[in-house]
């Protein structure tokens, strides 16, 4: 099994969001989706995130921008870096991720991902998450009214706190088997590795 921990705020999850899922059809493997806040991840151990977006490296940022750029040609999606918003305040959406439950979040995670890397929308408001429900078949007030939950709410920061425990320091953070962790859509390679060692 493979456990995928994910915040749609982040480009580089999309690419890999959209790139396991046929790479785990390939061998056969479900995907767990844990939905996280990465906001969380950075507030408690990766605080210097933060202070790079502040003053970032220029040649190093103007050289991530193409690298964005050219990763999201290849996987043939569209991605605007920054967004007009950005960062997002993603907690909503992940709490929606949350209340629809593993298998039909998918629908709605990428309805999310494609409204805020692709359509430049702000995902944080809810008139837009009420758009992107519509735009995937799912009743916007049930979600809008289910992500209020405390159990919603408790989940989703209790996998952001699992993911931190297990080593995580950003999104996505994707397990194989477990303990086997890799980050970052750059990593699809050696997961494809894992996976063919794990089917020998």
Known sequence: ???????C??????????NIQPLAKEFGETISWRPILVGGIFNSINPSVYASREKPVVPKARYMKKDLADWARSAGLAIKMPPTVFPVNS????????????DAMVPFATAVFE????????????????????????DPEKLLTGIGDEGIKNELKANTDEAIARGA????????NKTDMYFGNDRLPLIREALQRKAA
């Open 91 to 102: 907690v909503k959406a992940m709490r929606g991720c949350i209340w629809l439950g593993n």
């Open 9 to 18: 705020s982040s480009p580089w999850t999309y690419l890999a969001f959209h």
């Open 115 to 138: 409204a805020y890397w692709g359509d430049d929308k702000d995902i944080s408001r809810e008139p837009v998450l009420a758009e992107i429900c519509k735009s995937v078949d799912i």
């Open 169 to 176: 320091f950003g999104s996505p953070t994707i397990f194989i």
């Open 1 to 7: 099994m493979i456990e995928f921990f994910f915040d």
